[in-house]
């Protein structure tokens, strides 16, 4: 009997670790008005909430949506502008309810759960000296952040990311803060105190990356269609920050890759700082595990020289921007899109990269053909010159550790390389891939040329123009209800007019895709394509 309930209990554990697994679940903020009268609208946060919705929908199991997008946005983003809620205070913290509740039965059955919590819009400080960011109708607050997001939370780690103009402001009391705008030690202090009064060390499960620049033009830039800082996140997210290649993003190596990717921007309004703290109970655990993400298609950026390069998707989007150091090879999960463009920064050269089905693409610089179109005009010259202009790799990511009392992440013996599917490839334009159509088309050709002859031959003998003369048919059997030889040759007749009548249709289709092939082959020696360039040094 006791050895029966051991069983029963061994049973129960393995059932309980056979279940288990990882829930993910993320929430999206994003709101570009202010509810300061007269406080100038941001033009991307919609842009940008619809962007890390389309990024955490590869990473987690369920995202929800809090957004008005314009009328632009909402032709670029239609799954997300299907999806949307209103980023009124009610509802978000009604969504916010219903996606803890379903954590908790996750985490009842035995599931670990990560937790993401974005928030995009204007920041302020209130009356009573309180940060928050604007909303649709009310602020939310640091109190809000706290009482609302981290404290009851019941995942086992808890992702906060914050882009917001004035963004100190939601970590700044008055009274702390600098005078200046550019006074990253003031931000600093805020920082520190928002930690002490907030104690976030009660809650060592969270991590937390916000952005400090104080300058709300630092925030967007048209290149990008977004929000600075976010679209450095983001990039880092999808892969770019992958300094040892364990297809894991640290923290610090999000920190790292955002700090090289500022490093020369001249202008101090326009420089972004990054505050980034990963969960103290182990500061490994990664922001994004892309091991375990549903990413399709991959594209991998051999070890070799440096390259600046920005990937833009086929609704003319930009992905995200790099510029690796070439010490070691890099895979960048690509969000679905039909195709994308690599083009170096300056918008000079351009690989197309075709993602018809799963798998892994190759970035190759000497498949990068001339791009049909200029790059198109300066906006912010200290973006243009400054940004990405350092390689980011694992020398500047230990130099920048180095002066942090962060640990680096552990060196990776493999490189992670995802398994899904065959490697994929592209030929851009110009580099021989129209020898080869033509090379088919002659091929096609050939083909045509004997299904029309065979056809030709076999209904020449199913009408008696060929074959054997009346005198020499074979005759028929005629016993035992076996054909006679004029049914025999009947049946004959008609099989070799519906073999000549498969060859001709055969022929046909042949000939066409030849024709195809080879008016194909010009068309894509003219072809054109269409994007926003950058800048490249």
Known sequence: MRRAACVL?????SAADAHAGTRRYAVVVAHGRSLTPGVAPLEYADDDGARYYELLSQVADEVLLYVVLDRDSQRLYPQAAKVARVPSHAAVREGLAGTFARARRDRDRGDEVVFYFVLVGHGAIGAGGEGYVSLLDAPFTRTDLFRQV???????????????CNSYYLVHRRGDGPDRDDGAPGEGRAVGAFLAEEDLGRYPNTGVLLSTSAARESHEWSAYGAGVFSHEVRSAMAGAADVNGDGRIEYSEVRAFVAAANLRVGNPRARLAIFARAPAIDHSRPLVDLRAARFASFLHVPKGAPVRFYLEDARGVRYLDAH????????LGLVPSGHYYARTADGTREQRLGLGRRGRLELRRDRMAPAPIAARGATTEAFQQGLFAVPFGRGFYLGHVGSTDEAPVRESVTPWLPSAGPALAEPARGDGSGRGRRIAAWVMAGAAASLAAGGALALAAATGNLGPTAGHQPKGVGVGGTPSSAAARESTSWRLALTGGLLLGGA???????????VGGGRERAGVGVGVAGTFR
Not at 508 to 518: D, E, K, P, Q
Request: proline content about 5%; hydrophobic content about 60%; cysteine-free.
């Open 150 to 164: 981290i404290a009851p939370s019941p995942a086992t780690t808890n992702h906060v990311i914050v882009d917001a």
């Open 324 to 331: 690796l150091a070439g010490d070691r090879a890099v895979t």
């Open 508 to 518: 046909a289709a042949a000939g066409t895709t030849s024709v195809v092939l080879f």
């Open 9 to 13: 209990v061994l049973l129960a554990f």
